[in-house]
T-cell receptor, first 115, second 113 residues
């Protein structure tokens, strides 16, 4: 299947700092990518849909000013958690479909711990 | 919007037995139904998917059935092995590139040797 990478895999930061997570499609182009958050022993919750060259679409309850998404190219989307707090600690996973109407493939995830 | 319900939340089976996980969805416009396996700390991995023009699909020990009228679909794993132990998620969406998957809450499968 298609390959999606994510960086970093793990980050620990102090409260109040900002953290940027990168999601890349390695062997295909993705005009749309999806960002999910997963708390321990819970399901994947969609945060936003990232659209190349336009604004992201955020799910209800997700603060767009806190979770900044940029999809500047067909292979890269970034999620920036601004002014992170301990309650933002979670597993963040991106995904993309390949082909566009095909299966959705996930990145390896980023475990964020905010102290 | 779409809502996906998944049952059971936990399932224990003896090695060699079959496991069945069931999901229902609410949006009749959904036409794509994948199943993912997620091991602890890892990414979800697609194991099988089915589209609404098909009632059943099989891949070795794994099969998925779909009943569009009743809006439910099921995952069947036969001859279970300890390495099948993981969390399984069903999902549903419309079959378009900018439509995200809506996931069920997951089933933690334990295969006891």
């Amino acid at each position: 299947g298609a390959v999606v990478s994510q960086h970093p895999s793990r980050v620990i930061c102090k409260s109040g700092t900002s953290v940027k997570i990168e999601c890349r499609s390695l062997d295909f182009q993705a005009t749309t990518m999806f960002w999910y958050r997963q708390f321990p022993k819970k399901s994947l919750m969609l945060m936003a849909t990232s659209n190349e060259g336009s604004k992201a679409t955020y799910e209800q309850g997700v603060e767009k000013d806190k979770f900044l998404i940029n999809h500047a190219s067909l292979t890269l989307s970034t999620l920036t958690v601004t002014s992170a707090h301990p309650e933002d600690s979670s597993f963040y996973i991106c995904s993309a479909r390949d082909p566009p109407q095909g299966p959705q493939y996930f990145g390896p995830g980023t475990r964020l711990t905010v102290l | 919007g779409e809502n996906v319900e998944q049952h059971p939340s936990t399932l224990s089976v003896q090695e060699g037995d079959s496991a069945v996980i069931k999901c229902t969805y609410s949006d009749s416009a959904s036409n794509y139904f994948p199943w993912y396996k997620q091991e602890l700390g890892k990414r979800p991995q697609l194991i099988i998917d089915i589209r609404s023009n098909v009632g059943e699909k099989k891949d070795q020990r794994i099969a998925v059935t779909l009943n569009k009228t009743a809006k439910h679909f099921s995952l069947h794993i036969t001859e279970t092995q300890p390495e099948d132990s993981a969390v399984y998620f069903c999902a549903a969406s419309m079959n378009s590139g900018n439509t995200p998957l809506v996931f069920g809450k997951g089933t933690r499968l334990s295969v006891i040797a």
